[in-house]
């Protein structure tokens, strides 16, 4: 994590507050800027990466991969209808 002090604070307050920010966010931090101005603190951070899973709904489950599923509930997936929103200009109104 990389920390800027700007004005008159210590090392140890500036990672109070990174600490303060993980602990409100549950994130971790990758830059911390402390801007101190007399008895105001203007924090301005940014947070790490966090990686993202893709999850979708297929046959009534939520998943994120199909490995783990047995022959039947693959092959259920398989048959399924996969519908298209790409051919929508063709429909007609009624």
Same mark, same amino acid.
């Given at each position: 994590?990389? $920390?800027? $002090?700007?004005?008159n604070a210590s090392p140890a307050e500036a990672q109070a507050y990174a600490d303060y920010l993980e602990n409100k966010y549950n994130r971790k931090l990758e830059a911390l800027d402390v801007n101190i101005d007399g008895d105001y603190a203007d924090l301005h951070y940014t947070f790490s990466n966090v990686p993202f899973e893709r999850i979708r709904r297929i046959t009534g489950y939520l998943v994120g991969t199909m490995d783990m599923w047995n022959d039947a509930k693959t092959a259920e997936e398989k048959d399924r209808v996969k519908h298209s929103l790409s051919d929508s200009s063709s429909m007609e109104r009624i």
């Open positions: 994590m990389n $920390i800027q $002090i700007t004005g």
